[in-house]
């Protein structure tokens, strides 16, 4: 059986699929793929150009999942253990939703806001519009760290009492915030900056931001 | 018990969870939410502005959930039969994935390029803008509907062989294509001008639909 990630392994959604299949102990391999300039054949595999592609050689062809979440969704049936879904109906859906909050409006304001500015432009021999990111951090993001603080609250997760696929997705949107030279200002959200640090020190991430770290240096001081 | 769904009947996404409820004959009301007026209430409940949402009165508050997928997905867990998700892993993925392809792409050129220009703008005593109009159908959606033709192949469903979440989802805007007054061409997209009928002519489709129908005719005709 081999899985392979298709991707550039600085994606959120990438790192996403590659944290899940980390912390069930998939063996799996990342392919390159630049999603700036994807090879022509890619378009088949990924109807939307998104990145990542998982292909798995166990499945008749054609093989492949496109999206972040399907994937997800696809290893957690495959692999069910450890779960990183929970079981009960309502809190499932309620990771699902913080799946899709973090997948959506956290990844479009970190993102184009951040993370593109500072790193992808810089891979670019171009220079971040620091306007563009001062706007990100003082007008755009403070409502939704606000929100997240409020949902956090005194959990060690957010959901139930178990990591789960919302903290994967939260978590790998928090890492290129980081990525980008940020940090949760600790002051205005205390849960969150400690939530986001626990959730970096798991082995699952912590492997992939030090695997990415020098890459990541090495762009923004271009 | 009681589901209460929060949303406008025209939206895609309301009559898709309302699609799923009646598949497996669950009882529900819906309460109108203008979507472009929300109540400010709202908002507290859907974080990103989104109809619909789910009240389940069964759950201790917060018994919301917010985003139509998640809220399928929560009716699917709580209801289990019939099923509308395949049970073999790689099928299910590929019926979320037709969801996505659905929920976004598809919606976002039926939504803006046609139902809003002829529906939701003369709601608004706005006149359409044709130009738009005609560049979705000439432009934007052919490849989105090649795509399709060539997935339904020579299947009476999109995955395996039963109605599934893809089917509800493709089907659902499918309705507001049609309800912005056009039709699939069934010489150059035979299979899936024969699939769309299909599915509008399932009961949980149907009944949605008639009831739509004079609302819509009337919008339209002012």
Not at 17 to 32: A, H, I, L, N, S
Not at 81 to 98: C, E, G, S
Not at 111 to 127: A, D, E, I, S, Y
Request: include cysteine.
């Amino acid at each position: 059986m081999t899985l392979i990630v298709y991707g550039g392994s600085l994606s959120p959604f990438v790192r996403k699929v590659c944290v899940v299949m980390t912390e069930k102990g998939v063996d799996f391999k990342v392919e390159q793929v630049n999603p700036f300039a994807p090879p022509p054949e890619f378009l088949e595999i990924s109807p939307l150009k998104r990145i990542p592609v998982l292909r798995d050689t166990d499945q008749p062809e054609p093989n492949t999942l496109s999206d972040s979440s399907v994937i997800c969704d696809y290893i957690e049936h495959k692999f069910p253990n450890p779960p990183l879904y929970p079981k009960d109906p309502f809190l499932r859906a309620r990771a699902l939703w913080y799946e899709e909050y973090a997948d959506s409006i956290l990844a479009a304001t970190i993102g184009p806001g951040l993370f593109f500015q500072r790193v992808v432009k810089k891979m670019m021999k171009q220079q971040p519009d620091e306007t563009i990111c001062a706007a990100t951090m003082s007008d755009k993001l403070p409502p939704l760290f606000d929100y997240l603080e409020k949902e956090i609250g005194d959990r060690q997760y957010l959901v139930g009492d178990a990591f789960s696929i919302a903290d994967v997705t939260v978590g790998t949107m928090l890492v290129n915030f980081a990525h980008a030279g940020e940090t949760v200002d600790a002051k205005r959200w205390p849960k969150l900056a400690a939530y986001g640090q626990r959730l970096h020190e798991r082995p699952s991430f912590k492997g992939f931001i030090e695997k990415e770290r020098p890459l990541v240096q090495r762009f923004r001081a271009a």
